[in-house]
């Protein structure tokens, strides 16, 4: 979605941007995770690995189709979220919508407010409002991964380039939105950042918690 027109909000986008927000956070809060593995007989993926409803910890169900279908769902909500709300209250309302899928992805309140770590939304939102930002994204995760084999430092290290990234670029508005995102993505994942820095932390391929 371009976003060239930034133009001062009148007062009665207030509640439109409100809604988007609203309908946001109910397409972020659907847990793909959890309702495709009990769909497909595996039981609540909550109970295995890290606990987590993204697709990293369905993997360690071993089916890696249903994890590969649990990222492209919970990437693709991010997307629609933004795409609905830009509908509803333009500019304002896809960021709204975004912010609202990204915080129903964390933070669902059907499930207690347990959700997922975001990575996969993240880049969704991203690919809804500004493309090149969730391609930069991916190739800095795919960089990071390469060269240590640390998911979590990946997704931490690529959410703090897009936000560095969208500065060089003069985003700014969307360098606003992107820092909170990241903020909120950091905030999720404190407890890999505490393995990080203990030596702790397991590298892709291998069977401990991870995102």
Known sequence: MPLDDWSVASPLMLVPTLFSLVVG??????P?????????????????????IGATNVLRTGNKGLAALTLV?????????????????????????GLGAFLGHLFPAWLSFRGG?????????ALGLYWPAAIGFCLVWLLVAVITRYSSLSALS???????????MGQWPLVIFFGLM??????RHKENIARLRRGEESRIGRSKQQT
Not at 25 to 30: A, P, R
Not at 182 to 187: G, N, S, V
């Open 182 to 187: 990241t903020a909120l993505l950091y905030f």
């Open 117 to 125: 770590k975001g990575v996969a939304t993240y880049i969704g939102v």
């Open 73 to 97: 769902l919970d990437l693709l909500k991010g997307t629609a979220a933004v795409v609905v709300g830009g509908v509803i209250a333009s500019h304002y309302g896809a960021m709204a919508g």
């Open 158 to 168: 690529a959410s703090a380039a897009t936000v560095i990234g969208l500065a060089l």
């Open 32 to 52: 793909f995770g959890l309702v495709l593995t009990r769909l497909a007989g595996l039981g609540d993926v909550r109970s295995i690995g890290s606990g987590n």
């Open 25 to 30: 956070y109910l397409l972020g809060s659907i």
